[in-house]
């Protein structure tokens, strides 16, 4: 079980994406096999928001400053927008 650092639900690891900074950049660990302190998330976008609004992500990797996450948040926009048009799709 592990705790999505933005809606704060506990889940099942294998639901969440497991995060790990690489130099300030907030980076997927899809293997979880990357070095350093790791952080979970939902892989949505909503979570993704509410984690940046409630400053979660420097508390959870424990550090200073600020940290950057737009790669993720391109990352879960197309992954999201994917999910969405195979659901259109499959419904059809």
Same mark, same amino acid.
């Given at each position: 079980m592990r705790t999505c650092v933005g809606c704060r $639900?506990?889940? $099942?690891?294998? !639901?969440?994406? @497991?995060?790990?900074?690489?130099?300030?950049?907030?980076?997927? !660990?899809? @293997?979880? @096999?990357?070095?350093? @302190?790791? $952080?979970?998330?939902?892989? !949505?976008?909503?979570?993704?928001?509410l984690a940046e609004r409630r400053r979660a992500f420097p508390r959870a990797f424990r550090l200073a400053g600020p940290l950057d996450s737009g790669a993720l948040r391109d990352g879960l926009a197309v992954q999201s927008a994917q999910q969405q048009d195979g659901q259109s799709v499959s419904d059809v």
């Open positions: $639900a506990r889940t $099942a690891k294998s !639901d969440l994406l @497991r995060l790990v900074v690489v130099g300030n950049v907030i980076v997927p !660990d899809g @293997r979880g @096999r990357l070095p350093g @302190r790791g $952080a979970h998330l939902h892989p !949505d976008p909503a979570c993704l928001e």
